[in-house]
Nanobody, 124 residues
Framework: QVQPVESGGGSVQAGGSLRLSCVVS????????MAWFRQAPGKEREWAAA????????YYADSVTGRFTISGDSSKNELYLLMSSLKPEDTAMYYC?????????????????WGQGTQVTVSS
């Protein structure tokens, strides 16, 4: 059974940094795409960033470009998200998602396996 498990969330002041990690059991991060989504209180879940293990390509939502860096280690089936210059509007539950295929999609329905999330709270 494929199960992503996130860690690394917490509370931080605006301008600070956090590093999220995701370990996926029962999964091989080879020729696959993994992504980070987030859901703020009262809002729909949104795609934040993705990384293809096939090409090493990384993709970011406009709202996090230049501040967040996604990376991964296919040998460990792990995905990371380094978040810098955090803003209060980055406050959300952050979810790791793993796909069966190599195509990176921003759509939730195209991401097959989901973690339970890790909470990030940014205070002003």
């Amino acid at each position: 059974q494929v199960q992503p498990v996130e860690s690394g969330g917490g509370s931080v002041q605006a301008g600070g940094s956090l590093r999220l990690s995701c370990v996926v059991s029962g999964y091989t991060y080879v020729n696959k795409c993994m992504a980070w989504f987030r859901q703020a209180p009262g809002k729909e879940r949104e795609w934040a960033a993705a990384m293809s293990s096939t090409t090493g390509g990384t993709y970011y939502a406009d709202s996090v470009t230049g501040r967040f860096t996604i990376s991964g280690d296919s040998s460990k089936n792990e995905l990371y998200l380094l978040m810098s210059s955090l803003k209060p509007e980055d406050t959300a539950m952050y979810y790791c998602a793993a796909s069966r295929g190599a195509f990176c999609s921003k759509e939730e329905r195209d991401n097959d396996f989901w973690g339970q999330g890790t909470q990030v709270t940014v205070s002003s």
